[in-house]
Structures are given as C-alpha cells and as structure tokens.
C-alpha cells in the first residue's frame, strides 16, 4: 500500500515549457487535490477532483490545468510556465465529503522554472 | 477572508523538554481544525483533529486543544525527541467546497527544532 505517490520528485522547465505532473493513489479516494506550497504562506489549493471525469478550480488555478480520466491518478498540467510556478506542489486524496475525513499527502513535487 | 494564524514562527527546544505551539483562526463556518507535521521535504501528516464540540484530543506525546469561542488551539509537545524536528501546521477546515469536500485553510507552520 504505497499511499499517494507524485511524479517526477523534481524537475527544471525553462519559461514557456510545458510538464505533467503525476499523481496516483491506491487507497480508493473519491477526492483529490493539488496544492502548491511557498515560502512563508500556507499550502494553497490549485485544482480538486470529487470523483473521477470531474474537476474544479481551487484557490489559484490560473495557469494550471488538471484532468482525472482515472479514479486513482489526477494530473496536474502547466502549459506554459513562468517563473511564477516555481514552487512545491503537493497531491492528496481524503475518502470523502465526511466532516473528519482526513486527506492524505504525496512526498511532493519541486518545480524549479528558470 | 479565513485565516491561520501559527506562532511563534520558529522555536528551538533541548531534547526531553516540552513545548506548546499556538494556533488562532477566523474560518467560518467552522468544521474541524487538525494539525500536521511536516518533515522537512515530505507531505503533512495528520496528528489529530478536533470538531466543535472536542476541546482536547492526544496522540502519544502530541496534545491539542481547541477553544471554539475564542477560536484558539494550540499543540503541546512532551518529552521532545529529536525526531520531532519538523514543522507544525494547523489547518481549519470549513464546511464546502463547491461540488463536495472541504476546504481547508492552512496556517504558515511552526518550525521546531529539537537539538541535543
């Protein structure tokens, strides 16, 4: 049971590349979530899924795009980088629209976008 | 505007000794506050999680408490072991996101070290 895994763990775009980052989980998550964490601000969310073919927008979705075909991955895309996106990107997944559900966090993902 | 609020920012303990982290926030409406801990490049892990009506909750060496009234909660560490370096989130979770689930509100974090 490897819980919610991220791919790549790293990764260096130059302005205007494109990358998809990866997110599986094995645990039989309705929800899903992706977050990006800065320096001296709180973790904030970017895109969620509640439920596989559906997506919405989170907090600061502007330049992210995300797409769940599959119940247990969600991938998070970024179009056209900017230095803007370097940041640490966290996946998580939770049970369901329960009050105490927990969500359950991937190793994350540090973009770097030079 | 929800918000966390985490003091202090950082704090630096001996081993064995305890310590108490703060949390104060505004998020309405109200469902559960957790805190996690954040290894230093790993995702938060939850440590406990309190609903209105909980005002203390353990796990180990951890314990939190929450005032809903004066929308406090603080995290108090026992006996600090050097694997407790790391740092403390809280995090507030309101009740709806559109379509389902629920957003959470996450404070800074309190970076603790625990040195020998």
């Known amino acids: 049971n490897a819980g919610v895994t991220q791919t790549p763990k790293f990764r260096v775009l130059k302005t205007g590349q494109s990358m998809t980052l990866l997110c599986a989980q094995d645990m039989n998550h309705e929800y899903m979530y992706w977050y990006r964490q800065d320096p001296g601000m709180g973790l904030r969310l970017i895109h969620y899924s509640v439920g596989e073919g559906t997506t919405a927008k989170g907090e600061v979705p502007d330049g992210y795009n995300v797409s769940r075909l599959k119940k247990q991955n969600f991938l998070l895309g970024l179009e056209s980088a900017a230095p803007s996106q370097t940041s640490v990107y966290f996946c998580?997944?939770?049970?369901?629209?329960?009050?105490?559900?927990?969500?359950?966090f991937g190793p994350g993902t540090r973009l770097l976008v030079l | 505007k929800n918000q966390v609020e985490q003091s202090p920012q950082s704090l630096i303990i001996l081993e064995g000794k305890n310590c108490t982290l703060q949390?104060?926030?505004?998020?309405?409406?109200?469902?559960?506050l957790r805190w996690y801990k954040q290894d230093t490049g790993r995702g938060p892990v939850s440590l406990t999680i309190m609903t209105f009506s909980e005002n203390t909750k353990s796990n180990g060496r951890y314990t939190a408490t929450l005032d809903a009234d004066t929308k406090q909660s603080s995290l108090h560490i026992t006996a600090s072991q050097l694997s407790d370096s790391a740092s403390y989130i809280c995090v507030v979770s309101d009740r709806g996101l559109t379509g389902g689930g629920n957003k959470l509100t996450f404070g800074t974090g309190t970076q603790l070290k625990v040195e020998l």
């Open positions: 949390c104060n926030y505004t998020v309405s409406p109200f469902s559960n």
């Open positions: 998580a997944s939770s049970y369901g629209q329960v009050g105490g559900e927990t969500q359950y």
